[in-house]
C-alpha cells in the first residue's frame, strides 16, 4: 500500500483558484490516481483520475475547471482548480490503485488514500 499526503487546500473567493499536490511514499508511474471530494452533509463523490498513459476522466462538475496531472519524476499527484465555485467547497482526498483506471470507480475500490485537505470557496 502506498501512503499519500494531500497539501495546498485553503480557503479562496469564488472563481479563484487553488492547486492541490498529493506525495506518494513509493511509484506510482504503474497505478490509477485520482481525487475524491466530500462536502458536508454529502456523500463523497469522484473528481477526476488519471491512468498510467496520461488519460484523464473528471466528474461532469468539475470538466473545463479542474485539471489533473501527475509527475511520475517526483511521485506526485496534482489537481489544478480554476474557477471554483462554492459548491465546491469540501475535503479532498488523493487516492491511488494499482492497474488501469476505469473511470471514476467508487470510494470503495481505491487501494490506498490520503488524509484530505480542505478547500473552502466563499461566495
Known amino acids: 500500500q502506498v501512503q499519500l499526503v494531500e497539501s495546498g487546500g485553503g480557503s479562496v473567493q469564488a472563481g479563484g483558484s487553488l492547486r492541490l499536490s498529493c506525495v506518494a511514499s513509493k511509484y506510482t508511474h504503474r497505478a490509477c490516481l485520482g481525487w475524491f471530494r466530500q462536502a458536508p452533509g454529502k456523500e463523497r463523490e469522484g473528481v477526476a483520475s488519471?491512468?498510467?498513459?496520461?488519460?484523464?476522466d473528471y466528474a461532469d462538475s468539475v470538466k473545463g475547471r479542474f485539471t489533473i496531472s501527475h509527475d511520475n519524476a517526483k511521485n506526485t499527484l496534482s489537481l489544478q482548480m480554476n474557477v471554483l465555485k462554492p459548491e465546491d467547497t469540501g475535503i479532498y482526498y488523493c487516492?491511488?490503485?494499482?492497474?488501469?483506471?476505469?473511470?471514476?470507480?467508487?470510494?470503495?475500490?481505491?487501494?490506498?488514500w490520503g488524509q484530505g485537505t480542505q478547500v473552502t470557496v466563499s461566495s
Open positions: 487516492v491511488a490503485r494499482w492497474g488501469y483506471c476505469t473511470g471514476l470507480a467508487p470510494w470503495e475500490l481505491w487501494d490506498s
Open positions: 488519471i491512468d498510467s498513459d496520461g488519460s484523464t
